[in-house]
């Protein structure tokens, strides 16, 4: 199973913007599709933006125009661009691939908007 590590969560105020890198060591993303995700205190996992290996993008409707999802295949990272962020409950932002038939998630990194 591939190793995810996700980077850049933390306390941001309100309005703010944040940038979430993924990567991961002894394979490459590059010929993946690698998703974004968040996961808020009692509520399922949601999908916020994913990627294919082609770069076609999706991005939820919760946070389009806002959020931006990007590759950098020469440093097999996978980044989320988070701006004009709003106060809430805070999450825990994963990013996640399939490779080799199995799905992988990182540890994840916490994202907390204050007022």
């Known amino acids: 199973q591939v190793q995810l590590v996700e980077s850049g969560g933390g306390l941001v105020q309100a309005g703010g913007s944040l940038t979430l890198s993924c990567t991961t060591s002894?394979?490459?993303?590059?010929?993946?599709?690698v998703g974004w995700y968040r996961q808020a205190p009692g509520k399922q996992r949601e999908l916020v933006a994913d990627?294919?290996?082609?770069?076609?993008?999706n991005v939820a409707d919760s946070v389009n125009g806002r959020f931006t999802i990007s590759r950098d295949n020469a440093k097999n990272t996978v980044y989320l661009q988070m701006t004009s962020l709003n106060t809430g409950v805070p999450a825990v932002y994963y990013c996640h691939t399939r490779m080799y038939g199995n799905d992988s998630w990182g540890q994840g990194t916490p994202v907390t908007v204050s007022s």
């Open positions: 002894g394979a490459t993303l590059n010929f993946n599709g």
């Open positions: 990627i294919a290996s082609g770069g076609r993008k």
